[in-house]
């Protein structure tokens, strides 16, 4: 059997699935008015796999990837997509992303760790970061990964790596973008306050002009280092594709200036991520709800590669390669979060409905104020009655969503978080010693776990106590 035939048998056709109620091409209200992720009634994974779960689609996230790549791809002769393995960095979502061909973008040793184990083609992985141990520019010059630089002193230290290990090591720049049109313009403000070019300005990221142009010439006098990008990640500070196509723009820019400057023109730009995605029922940054009205991929792509092209023509720069890093766009709408109901309150003004997933589990409800779309898992559709708020069980206000109209909730039925896919399991949290909940991957009718619900061994099991505090506490006196 060929590699390529492989690949083919290992990345399947999907056919969406017909609900009552879309809420993706593999997840809706199916047959028994229940919740159901592809071919799985939700229900049914929580009485097998237990409460709080996460759930991943198989399906949905081959399904969304597609879309997105093919509408770049649509627009632009040389795309690359890298999937930020961040967002979501469990062993199997690797696999499937390997198996749909996406690189990726890792942060830190373990991140990247993963991603080899996971077999991904290291020529398709960079390597971002602001503070770059040695062993991991080590681990990832050794596997032919390319490092984007973001201090001044990390090429020298890459160039003694390389010389060391005898292999000629591949690096990008992060670029601090001026990003001057954005001056007066307001995103999505999830990064502090101020415009998008105050916010860009003020983070720790990137390398400024004069900076990238030292960089460059001296990385060009490096027998043991060879320049292949230039990297900027605008992030989720704006939703509007023409900010997108501002900063697209702006790389195309500072390839001229690098041209013109240190004579090297990046045969690759990479646009980092942020890239959005909208949902009828509502899901994003609350109180500016990725809706209906969201851009699309094909909006940005549209958009992005139309400034690339124009700059390239009007500077007489060759087209590079581009390269997207998206994260919650495609690993978010494949997920979703579930929680049983325990102790429903009344107060004076509210009620309560507290399950027993937590703000642990879906961080951004709290961190970033995110809106999570709720359902009731069993009888999905039945009319909503009353307004309460979905909180979880730690000490904190814990509010997973609130003011949500919900049918009457009572112990033991189920909750269920749309779009959850994107940065819960990876930036959950184990306050108040909470276990970590297990993630079950469906595939058509099919479910399996991908990661393992903690136990009590997994948070105790770490602690420590030095010899001289068990004596105190233990030793026995006369
Ligand atoms: C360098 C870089 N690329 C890509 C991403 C992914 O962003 P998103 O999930 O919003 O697409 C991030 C997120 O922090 C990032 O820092």
């Given at each position: 059997?060929?590699?390529?035939?492989r690949?083919?048998?290992?990345?399947?056709?999907?056919?969406?699935?017909?609900?009552?109620?879309?809420?993706?091409?593999?997840?809706?209200?199916?047959?028994?008015?229940?919740?159901?992720?592809?071919?799985?009634?939700?229900?049914?994974?929580?009485?097998?796999?237990?409460?709080?779960?996460?759930?991943?689609?198989?399906?949905?996230?081959?399904?969304?990837?597609?879309?997105?790549?093919?509408?770049?791809?649509?627009?632009?002769p040389?795309?690359?997509?890298?999937?930020?393995?961040?967002?979501?960095?469990?062993?199997?979502?690797?696999?499937?992303?390997?198996?749909?061909?996406?690189?990726?973008?890792?942060?830190?040793?373990?991140?990247?760790?993963?991603?080899?184990?996971?077999?991904?083609?290291?020529?398709?992985?960079?390597?971002?970061?602001?503070?770059?141990?040695?062993?991991?520019?080590?681990?990832?010059?050794?596997?032919?990964l390319?490092?984007?630089?973001?201090?001044?002193?990390?090429?020298?230290?890459?160039d003694?790596?390389?010389?060391?290990?005898?292999?000629?090591?591949?690096?990008?720049?992060?670029?601090?973008l001026?990003?001057?049109?954005?001056?007066?313009?307001?995103?999505?403000?999830?990064?502090g306050?101020?415009?998008?070019?105050?916010?860009?300005?003020?983070?720790?990221?990137?390398?400024?002009?004069?900076?990238?142009?030292?960089?460059?010439?001296?990385?060009?006098?490096?027998?043991?280092?060879?320049l292949?990008?230039?990297?900027?990640?605008?992030?989720?500070?704006?939703?509007?594709?023409?900010?997108?196509?501002?900063?697209?723009?702006?790389?195309?820019?500072?390839?001229?200036?690098?041209?013109?400057?240190?004579?090297?023109?990046?045969?690759?730009?990479?646009?980092?991520?942020?890239?959005?995605?909208?949902?009828?029922?509502?899901?994003?940054?609350?109180s500016?709800?990725?809706?209906?009205?969201?851009?699309?991929?094909?909006?940005?792509?549209?958009?992005?590669?139309?400034?690339?092209?124009?700059e390239?023509?009007?500077?007489d720069?060759?087209?590079?390669?581009?390269?997207?890093?998206?994260?919650?766009?495609?690993?978010?709408?494949?997920?979703v979060?579930?929680?049983?109901v325990?102790?429903?309150?009344?107060?004076?003004?509210?009620?309560w409905v507290?399950?027993?997933?937590?703000?642990?589990h879906?961080?951004?409800?709290?961190?970033?104020?995110?809106?999570?779309?709720?359902?009731?898992?069993?009888?999905?559709?039945?009319?909503?009655?009353?307004?309460?708020?979905?909180?979880?069980?730690?000490?904190?206000?814990?509010?997973?969503?609130?003011?949500?109209?919900?049918?009457?909730?009572?112990?033991?039925?189920?909750?269920?978080?749309?779009?959850?896919?994107?940065?819960?399991?990876?930036?959950?949290?184990?306050?108040?010693?909470?276990?970590?909940?297990?993630?079950?991957?469906?595939?058509?009718?099919?479910?399996?776990?991908?990661?393992?619900?903690?136990?009590?061994?997994?948070?105790?099991?770490?602690?420590?106590?030095?010899?001289?505090?068990?004596?105190?506490?233990?030793?026995?006196?006369?």
């Amino acid at each position: 059997m060929t590699h390529h035939s492989r690949i083919r048998q290992q990345a399947p056709t999907l056919a969406p699935v017909d609900y009552a109620v879309q809420f993706g091409e593999f997840i809706g209200i199916g047959p028994n008015g229940n919740l159901w992720v592809d071919g799985c009634d939700v229900a049914e994974l929580a009485e097998r796999f237990g409460t709080p779960l996460y759930i991943i689609s198989e399906n949905q996230l081959r399904h969304t990837y597609r879309v997105f790549r093919d509408a770049f791809r649509a627009h632009y002769p040389d795309v690359e997509i890298l999937f930020a393995n961040k967002s979501n960095n469990g062993l199997a979502i690797r696999h499937i992303m390997n198996q749909e061909g996406a690189g990726g973008d890792c942060f830190g040793a373990q991140e990247m760790y993963m991603a080899l184990l996971a077999g991904t083609d290291p020529r398709t992985l960079v390597l971002n970061g602001s503070n770059k141990q040695d062993s991991e520019l080590e681990m990832a010059i050794a596997n032919g990964l390319c490092v984007n630089i973001d201090a001044m002193d990390e090429l020298d230290r890459i160039d003694v790596i390389a010389r060391r290990l005898g292999v000629v090591a591949d690096i990008g720049i992060r670029l601090k973008l001026d990003l001057e049109p954005l001056t007066g313009r307001m995103g999505v403000a999830m990064h502090g306050p101020g415009t998008l070019k105050q916010q860009s300005d003020s983070t720790k990221w990137g390398m400024t002009r004069e900076q990238t142009v030292e960089i460059v010439r001296r990385a060009q006098a490096m027998p043991s280092v060879q320049l292949k990008e230039t990297h900027f990640h605008l992030s989720r500070m704006s939703n509007d594709p023409a900010d997108f196509a501002v900063m697209a723009r702006e790389m195309i820019t500072w390839s001229g200036h690098l041209r013109d400057h240190a004579g090297w023109i990046p045969p690759c730009i990479d646009i980092g991520g942020g890239w959005t995605f909208g949902k009828w029922y509502g899901t994003g940054p609350n109180s500016q709800l990725d809706d209906a009205s969201a851009p699309t991929a094909d909006d940005y792509a549209r958009l992005c590669c139309a400034a690339i092209k124009e700059e390239a023509a009007r500077l007489d720069l060759p087209l590079p390669k581009l390269r997207l890093e998206p994260g919650r766009a495609l690993s978010g709408p494949a997920g979703v979060a579930v929680g049983r109901v325990g102790a429903v309150k009344t107060g004076a003004t509210r009620k309560w409905v507290n399950l027993d997933i937590s703000t642990n589990h879906l961080s951004w409800a709290a961190v970033l104020d995110w809106y999570y779309h709720a359902v009731p898992v069993v009888d999905a559709r039945a009319e909503a009655t009353e307004t309460v708020d979905l909180v979880g069980p730690l000490c904190n206000s814990d509010e997973l969503g609130k003011h949500r109209r919900m049918p009457a909730l009572t112990r033991g039925d189920l909750v269920a978080f749309l779009d959850t896919g994107g940065y819960t399991e990876s930036s959950a949290a184990r306050y108040n010693a909470q276990l970590l909940p297990a993630t079950v991957l469906v595939t058509g009718n099919h479910a399996e776990i991908t990661t393992e619900r903690e136990q009590l061994k997994d948070v105790a099991g770490r602690f420590r106590v030095p010899a001289h505090l068990l004596a105190a506490s233990f030793a026995r006196g006369d």
